[in-house]
């Protein structure tokens, strides 16, 4: 399928050790099994920024450059591609932005089923043809509708679930903006529909007991002041701090780096 990572910081961040450096889940050894296009979306202090690409991240000629000296932002969105619904190419390609939102997902959902409760006023910003991207548009249209970003993703699960639409998974991780919401929504295989976050620095952390990489890492950041959530598929290091948000759950994460956890 494909591989999610999401991450809130308190000041301008860059995640080239999650993509290059960590020993453990790299996103570019995840994408060696996710090889159909890569995505990243960053916000600065004016506006969303993406970029990505139809094609493999560990073959991509210029994700290292921007990765290193580039991509900054306090909330980053980044997702690796197996395709299932809709060719590699770069309409295909998550994360989008859409209406202020950003969003990457994980699983498959019935598209035409899904397409019966989109308006044709947001069918009219579709890109490209994945059923990815329509769940997307679904869960702004209800949000924009009952003007609350928590209730508009309850009212397009339960648009999903009260009609019976096919479906995977409907892992995701979006952001308006404002916050981070990463979504743990599966219904079968929840060894593989996995979403995990972390908190750094991590309360009780003991430096002694992480790679030496992951040390060095974590002693800099604490240095300069720096805290940090992040969501990730996969788990992304060796510390032992990393926590499973369970199924059926939205992970929120607020501008003050608390976490939050809500059924759904």
Not at 77 to 106: C, D, I, M, Q
Request: aromatic share 12%.
């Amino acid at each position: 399928m494909c591989r999610l990572f999401g991450l809130y910081a308190n000041r301008f961040v860059d995640v080239y050790f999650s993509f290059y450096v960590t020993p453990k889940g790299s996103f570019i050894t995840q994408s060696h099994g996710n090889p159909d296009g890569w995505g990243i979306a960053w916000l600065d202090d004016e506006s969303w920024h993406i970029f990505k690409e139809p094609l493999a991240l560990y073959k991509s000629g210029r994700a290292m450059e921007l990765i290193r000296r580039i991509i900054q932002g306090k909330i980053i969105v980044s997702h690796v591609r197996l395709a299932s619904t809709g060719v590699p190419r770069l309409e295909n390609t998550h994360p989008w932005l859409y209406k202020g939102w950003v969003f990457a997902h994980n699983g498959t959902i019935s598209k035409l089923d899904l397409l019966r409760f989109l308006r044709e006023d947001y069918r009219a910003g579709l890109e490209g043809d994945t059923d990815s991207e329509v769940f997307f548009h679904l869960i702004v249209q209800e949000a924009n509708e009952v003007g609350d970003p928590i209730e508009g993703i309850r009212g397009a699960i339960s648009k999903i679930v009260g009609n019976n639409i096919g479906f995977s998974s409907l892992n995701f991780i979006a952001s308006d903006g404002e916050r981070l919401y990463a979504l743990r929504y599966a219904r079968g295989h929840l060894d593989y529909y996995t979403l995990y976050y972390i908190e750094r620095p991590c309360e009780g952390l003991e430096l002694r007991r992480l790679s030496k990489e992951t040390r060095q890492l974590i002693s800099m950041k604490l240095a300069s002041g720096e805290k940090a959530v992040i969501v990730a598929s996969e788990i992304m290091s060796n510390e032992p701090y990393w926590r499973l948000i369970p199924n059926k759950h939205l992970a929120l994460i607020d501008r003050d780096l608390n976490v939050e956890l809500i059924r759904i």
